[in-house]
T-cell receptor, first 113, second 113 residues
Framework: AQSVTQPDIHITVSEGASLELRCNYS??????LFWYVQSPGQGLQLLLK??????LVQGIKGFEAEFKRSQSSFNLRKPSVHWSDAAEYFC???????????FGKGTKLSVKP | EADIYQTPRYLVIGTGKKITLECSQT?????MYWYQQDPGMELHLIHY???????EKGDLSSESTVSRIRTEHFPLTLESARPSHTSQYLC????????????FGQGTRLTVV
């Protein structure tokens, strides 16, 4: 069955430091992968997505993610975190048996001044 | 910018009341979803629809019901609200392609007292 694992529930980084949020997926075919961000009390906003081609994907707000098929991973990165990046981040895989997106449990990012 | 709207944003209601949470999208998407999310927690799919007159229950059992009479409208109804229904409800829509991302509304935060 398809699944998404985000191993880190909560991560704290200092402002200006680099960031990597982990995402591992289980999917039999070529996965369609997404990263979303959710600010408190808001809906989810798409950061980036991957479905084919270059395995390094650029997104909004300076985020990027790298698809590694051999590791079944799609980790999200940012070279320098800003205080406004503090939010909840969700990884998702598409293409399930009913075509629904399957979300991970999310990683909460806190940013220290 | 996503064209999917949820009303109300916030709702406080007494136990036993009937409520309807509204969700509308102007993108012509066939697929629509309702998720339930407790603060800072994962998303739980409670209902989805693949088009007019199509509704299915999601992974999480819910006492709510949905209808899809028009493509753009996907309301969720609780016949008799209870404190256990207190949560955030997120509506989303998605295009027909497997690589399509989901667009989310801003959510309805429901409190049942």
């Amino acid at each position: 069955a398809q699944s998404v694992t985000q191993p880190d529930i909560h991560i704290t980084v200092s402002e200006g430091a680099s960031l990597e949020l982990r995402c591992n997926y289980s999917y039999g075919a070529t996965p369609y992968l997404f990263w979303y961000v959710q600010s408190p009390g808001q809906g989810l906003q798409l950061l980036l997505k991957y479905f084919s081609g270059d395995t390094l994907v650029q997104g909004i707000k300076g985020f990027e993610a790298e698809f590694k098929r051999s590791q079944s991973s799609f980790n999200l990165r940012k070279p320098s975190v800003h205080w406004s990046d503090a939010a909840e981040y969700f990884c998702a895989v598409g293409g399930g048996s009913q075509g629904n997106l399957i979300f991970g449990k999310g990683t909460k990012l806190s940013v220290k001044p | 910018e996503a064209d999917i709207y949820q009303t109300p944003r916030y709702l406080v209601i007494g136990t036993g009341k009937k409520i309807t949470l509204e969700c509308s999208q102007t993108m012509g998407h066939d697929k629509m979803y309702w998720y339930q999310q407790d603060p800072g927690m994962e998303l739980h799919l409670i209902h989805y629809s693949y088009g007019v007159n199509s509704t299915e229950k999601g992974d999480l059992s819910s006492e709510s019901t949905v209808s899809r009479i028009r493509t753009e409208h996907f309301p969720l109804t609780l016949e008799s609200a209870r404190p256990s229904h207190t949560s955030q409800y997120l509506c989303a829509s998605r295009g027909g392609s497997a690589v399509s991302e989901a667009f989310f509304g801003q959510g309805t935060r429901l409190t049942v007292v």
